[in-house]
């Protein structure tokens, strides 16, 4: 059967031919896109895109209602410790004098109050003040520091109370600055620390260089399409954070594969123009096959039907595309440019003349792959039932724990470590039980204020009331301007979202409680914090198979194509999936048992957020495939140039070990930045990749698939009959490969004769 062209060479070869032209049409796109995205803007999502089920037809009629855009506030006075309850009417006058003359409030209530009396606890010893920002709610965290500077002065005059304000607003303040600080943290030191990575891989100051340019300029492209794909696809303001992290990973590995493979080939001896053309018809195709499957495992978060997870295949797809095109276009046309000065040393010849020892020696970048993956390796196939005992016997003990993963909300929770407005919301719930779990009933008639449905609005307090699962403190009703829609406020006992109290009590009132009442007379809606994560989990648990399937039989299928190989494409399918249910138990013991807790700094939960396992999966089936897809390629060039099942293995491995380690180290160090972040949910997600990342790298191709594939032998490449049409892929450069050529080196110019 005739073999294809090679797509990655023959992109590859026009650039490197046409080097300037390539290099002006990737600044040009980059430009162009950059100044369109920011002339558009990116969207946002509507305040319903996020919530699922019976929640997001509650946000939708919401957001249409026309309530005015408000941000309640709410000022805790508390007696700590010992401390006699003290007179509160006095300290909740002085929050009201206080709050009142910033000019920035209104509605300020006090439990003393005659009509409608903010709470006081049961225990009496505390008491809450509330109010709301003057203006737009959306703009208030913009307005609301001197009103906490107003009520910590309160707070400094009563040296024995506990004062604080917690609300929409300065939670909106806080959570920026938090999440603001740590991610511009994030970002300042995972590029050097990439760089860094780099520079140790390969010595010279351009090679290390380069990939990051490429993946940055490709980051900056797919920001810009975001823009203008978000006008029709609107995205969480977390996309763009999430993009930076992915983008970092795959365009600095595409680039890493890219440039190895052609130092690789300049130190067998061949010319500039015959090395760029053997590392686009095999590091490229392999960038083009890997790119296609990260891409393929991403789409599958479209299959979810939520805005977030949707928001996020968009992002990540945009910038793995990007990536790949830039690594197949651009990254040729550089390498051409540059030619040999690429592998100008600027540490390793350092090191060499301070310790006599050559570092890349010790890093594993030198074309036999270093002294650890030589010695692993030989024991691996030396004894590969043994190491398939041992390897496999670990991933499974590490992912045991994963049968017992409970997913919740953090709540509060969500932001570790000690915070004024955290420290006083969680004083709030404390004190107030039906806080934890706010609730609400949204109705919608022709007018919530007639006498009937009024009447069922009574008849359904009495009701909720009645089951003993409702906090009567926090029940009130509220009507939208043109009286067509009505909340109905409620307080719900239990300790929060993922709390089984709080669950039993929204089925109560959407099973019992508001078909017999206000479901007889309105389109009514059981909205909140426990409504939307029971209705999220129930959103999940039925797309969750579904995009299971979607990624595994598509990426199953491009292996399958790409490989001519049914064991080659199902032992990738199992490796992968043992590597994501080893990261799911790491991710079960650190953060629901709480192994670990000093040294990562955080409060276990008991819980994993609930957005985290499917996410995870397909990101970590996406960028696990990247590593594998390269060595396979590796691996299946060396067996169609006639080496034996076992000798194509170790020369795969051991040609690859380098390049894989350096990019290991990039990403786990990237992504264990991400694991200091005081938001809970980023530190579950970092670590979590990074654990991934890590076990992935090592245990799974450094010593499960040699071993596998040893043990399989010439059954790796088995392809049944029925399945000849597949189409014979080159995963070589073509049968001329094998001998060096002669250097096109301009005279005293020396060719390097090592792989930087």
């Known amino acids: 059967m005739a073999r294809r062209r090679n797509i990655a060479a ?38 319903w895109e996020d919530d699922n089920g019976e929640s997001r037809k509650a946000a939708i009629v919401l957001d249409a209602a026309g309530f005015p855009d408000v941000a309640g506030e709410t000022v805790l006075i508390r007696a700590e410790g010992s ?68 009520v910590a002065g309160v707070q400094r005059g009563h040296p024995g109370l506990r004062i604080g304000q917690a609300g929409e607003a300065s939670s909106r303040l806080m959570i920026g600055d938090v999440l603001g600080d740590d991610l511009v943290r994030a970002e300042l030191l995972s590029v050097p620390l990439t760089f860094g990575i780099l520079l140790a891989a390969f010595g010279a100051l351009l090679a290390a260089v380069v990939p990051l340019v490429v993946a940055f300029t490709a980051f900056l492209g797919s920001i810009g399409l975001l823009a203008l794909t978000s006008q029709l696809l609107h995205v969480d303001s977390a996309t763009t954070n999430l993009m930076l992290l992915i983008g970092l990973a795959v365009g600095v590995d595409y680039s890493l594969f890219y440039i190895r493979r052609e130092r690789e080939e300049r130190a067998r001896g061949r010319g500039k123009e015959r090395a760029l053309e053997i590392a686009a018809a095999t590091s490229g195709r392999a960038v083009l096959i890997s790119g296609i499957t990260v891409i393929v495992a991403m789409s599958g978060m479209f299959l979810t039907g939520n805005g977030t997870f949707m928001g996020f295949a968009q992002g990540t797809i945009l910038v793995v595309l990007v990536a790949m095109i830039g690594s197949m276009t651009v990254l040729p046309a550089v390498l051409s440019l540059i030619g040999d000065r690429i592998d100008a040393r600027i540490v390793h010849g350092a090191v060499r003349r301070l310790t006599g020892r050559t570092w890349r020696r010790m890093l594993g970048g030198r074309e036999g792959g270093g002294r650890v993956w030589n010695t692993v390796l030989t024991a691996v196939l030396r004894r590969p039932v043994v190491s398939v005992l041992l390897a496999g016997g670990l991933l499974i003990g590490l992912a045991v724990p994963a049968f017992d993963l409970r997913t919740g909300e953090p709540g509060t929770a969500d932001v570790q470590g000690s915070n004024p407005v955290m420290d006083t919301f969680r004083g709030i719930e404390e004190a107030f039980p039906g806080n934890k779990a706010p609730a609400a009933v949204v109705l919608k008639a022709d007018d919530v204020t007639a006498p009937h449905i009024r009447k069922e609005v009574e008849r359904f307090r009495e009701l909720a009331l009645g089951t003993g699962e409702i906090d009567p403190a926090f029940f009130g009703v509220r009507v939208n301007p043109d009286k067509t829609v009505a909340v109905i406020n409620l307080g719900l006992k239990g300790k929060g979202p993922s709390d089984e109290v709080s669950e039993h009590a929204v089925r109560t009132i959407r099973e019992r409680v508001v078909p017999p009442t206000v479901g007889l007379v309105a389109e009514t809606y059981v909205y909140g914090s426990v409504a939307g994560v029971m209705d999220f989990n129930a959103q999940l648990g039925r797309s969750v198979p579904l995009v299971f399937t979607f990624v595994l039989l598509l990426a199953f299928v491009l292996l399958l194509a790409s490989f001519r190989s049914l064991v080659v494409a199902v032992t990738a399918i199992v490796l992968n999936l043992l590597s994501v249910a080893a990261a799911y138990g790491v991710l079960v013991m650190v953060f629901q048992y709480g192994w670990g807790e000093n040294l990562l700094n955080f409060e276990s939960t008991g819980s994993i957020v609930s957005w985290l396992p499917l996410f995870l999966f397909v990101i970590l089936f996406g960028l696990s495939m990247d590593y594998h897809v390269f060595i396979l390629s590796r691996i299946r060039e060396a067996f169609d140039r006639g080496m034996p099942t076992e000798q194509a293995v170790t020369h795969g491995i051991r040609t690859t070990a380098g390049v894989v380690s350096s990019a290991a180290f990039i990403m786990v160090g990237v992504f264990a930045i991400f694991g200091t972040m005081s938001m809970l949910s980023f530190k579950e997600m970092g670590i979590g990749l990074a654990a991934a990342i890590l076990i992935d790298a090592t245990v799974v191709r450094a010593v499960l698939l040699p071993a596998a594939m040893k043990l399989l032998g010439e059954a790796n490449w088995y392809l049944p009959r029925w399945l000849g049409w597949l189409p014979v892929l080159e995963h070589g450069a073509g049968d001329d490969d094998e001998g060096p050529d002669e250097p096109d080196a301009v005279p005293g110019e020396r060719v390097p004769v090592t792989v930087g």
Do not use: C
């Not at 046409?18 to 946002?44: D, E, P, S, Y």
């Not at 709050?99 to 920035?104: D, E, K």
């Open 83 to 150: 401390t006699a309850p003290a007179d509160f009417r006095a300290v909740a006058e002085d929050v009201r004098k206080a709050v009142l003359a910033t000019g920035l409030v209104e509605n300020v209530r006090t439990p003393y109050d005659a009509q409608e009396p903010a709470p006081i606890s049961q225990d009496r010893r505390s008491a809450l003040v509330t109010f709301d920002m003057k203006g737009e709610g959306r703009t208030a965290k913009e307005r609301v520091q001197p009103v906490i500077d107003a």
């Open 10 to 47: 023959a992109v590859g070869g026009w650039s490197a031919r046409h080097r300037w032209a390539a290099l002006l049409i990737w600044v040009g796109f980059v430009v162009t896109a950059t100044l369109a995205g920011n002339a558009v803007g990116t969207k946002g999502m509507e305040p």
